[in-house]
């Protein structure tokens, strides 16, 4: 059994467990969670979807917190700290906390002949679930990390269970189609408690999914609603109306559907967990979360979004467009191979002027030579594309064009916003 003393050499441990980055199933990782005995012993809100599962996290954590609960969330993938996914009280869980739940998986782990083979995700999540349940939570947040039928955290039945916007993802293991992947997202529904659905447009699969497990579903344009009256909007829902209510703190249009999806939420919740109008506004006032349309302190503006999916692409340019007249756009661009290269550059392609493209590392990551291509065939033109080694020496090509009322917008991948956010931190701190 692994003993490693640091959060490293833990982390660095856990990719050598499984063959696979992603094996889809949950045998394996409810085996382990029975062994520990994982109890959370608090009401549980599971959001999964394509699009705005960590947004609305995040308004349902500002809200439970402002509201004076003590709140759990867990999120997934980090930008620059593996803390980042385990937040209790909104403060990330320390090394050593994390070190020793890592641990207490381990040795469940190992307990069965053989060891149990967890992935990263599957162990990462184990370790966090133990640290939730020695928390004395009000409330746990857990974000879905794919899809949701076989996903870890759907070992644990949810009180609540959110499934966003959904658009085609991660086709590989969800299936290529909205009904294919709406089945699979509306898995983590359980028979009796509330199911919500946060797309307009919702999948048949995932509706009669609803029906069949016996939750009753909620969905928006439905059963709640929001609208907007110039600088405030007004929600509607089963738990009564919310009128006043400030624009959150998110930027993008999208984000009301977000915000009004996590009022949902609570009104599901509301018998356990009440929530005050003061509340609800000093959350959505409050709320942060970082690369969604993130905008940077300085100038030239620069704009951190993990979008790398169409849908998600459309929403980051319809925002680009939303926001004040910059003479130029540059783009810092870098995706993993198996996303849908064309469809992001097409939907953003209008709002950039130059692009500044590079590879990902690891496996998946696509080759700036194959992006610069792709873009070429979406009809970039090849005068507006330069290619660099990596992340940061594109971000830093990109700084070095800029003038100051340009902007730079980094886009692509979590890993794209976190190459640059921790460049533009270490330049904020004097670094090189």
């Not at 308004?59 to 993938?77: C, E, F, H, K, N």
């Not at 109306?241 to 559907?257: D, E, K, T, V, W």
């Not at 886009?411 to 090189?432: E, I, N």
């Amino acid at each position: 059994m692994a003993n490693p003393e640091s959060l490293g050499g833990w982390l660095a441990y856990l990719e050598t467990l499984h063959p696979k980055a992603i094996e889809m199933g949950l045998d394996r990782v409810a085996g382990v969670a029975a062994r520990m005995a994982i109890g959370v012993g608090c009401p549980v809100i599971t959001v999964g979807g394509t699009n705005g599962k960590g947004s609305t996290c995040a308004m349902l954590d500002a809200i439970y917190r402002r509201a004076g609960y003590r709140v759990g969330q867990y999120t997934s993938p980090h930008l620059l700290r593996f803390n980042e996914r385990v937040r209790i009280g909104g403060d990330e869980a320390a090394d050593e906390t994390l070190v020793a739940a890592f641990a207490r998986v381990e040795q469940a782990r190992t307990a069965s002949d053989p060891a149990t083979p967890l992935t990263y995700f599957e162990f990462s999540t184990l370790a966090a679930l133990h640290v939730f349940a020695g928390a004395r939570l009000d409330v746990l947040l857990l974000e879905v990390g794919l899809g949701g039928r076989l996903d870890a955290v759907n070992v644990i039945d949810a009180d609540v269970a959110v499934v966003t916007a959904i658009d085609i993802d991660h086709v590989d293991y969800l299936g290529p189609t909205r009904e294919d992947i709406g089945r699979e997202k509306a898995g983590i529904f359980r028979a009796g408690k509330q199911a919500i659905c946060g797309d307009t447009d919702p999948p048949r699969s995932l509706v009669a999914h609803a029906a069949a497990a016996g939750a009753p579903l909620w969905r928006i344009g439905h059963e709640y609603a929001y609208r907007v009256t110039g600088t405030q909007w007004s929600y509607r829902g089963p738990g009564g109306s919310r009128h006043g209510l400030p624009i959150p703190a998110l930027r993008g249009a999208y984000q009301l559907a977000n915000a009004a999806t996590a009022l949902a939420a609570t009104d599901a919740a509301r018998e356990r967990l009440p929530v005050s109008a003061g509340a609800v506004r000093d959350g959505l006032v409050g709320v942060e979360l970082a690369g969604r349309f993130q905008v940077l302190p300085g100038r030239p503006t620069i704009v951190l979004d993990v979008a790398h999916n169409p849908q998600a692409a459309r929403a980051f340019a319809a925002t680009l467009g939303d926001m004040g007249f910059h003479p130029r756009t540059h783009a810092v661009f870098a995706m993993l191979a198996d996303k849908d290269i064309d469809g992001v550059v097409a939907a953003v392609a209008p709002r950039v002027d130059t692009w500044f493209v590079a590879p990902l590392p690891g496996p998946r990551g696509a080759s700036a030579a194959r992006i610069a291509q792709a873009m070429q065939d979406a009809g970039v033109s090849a005068q507006s594309i330069r290619t660099f080694d990596d992340v940061q020496q594109a971000f830093a090509a990109a700084q070095e064009g800029a003038n100051e009322a340009d902007r730079i917008a980094a886009f692509g991948s979590f890993l794209t916003v976190a190459a640059v956010l921790a460049a533009a931190r270490r330049q904020r701190a004097g670094g090189s």
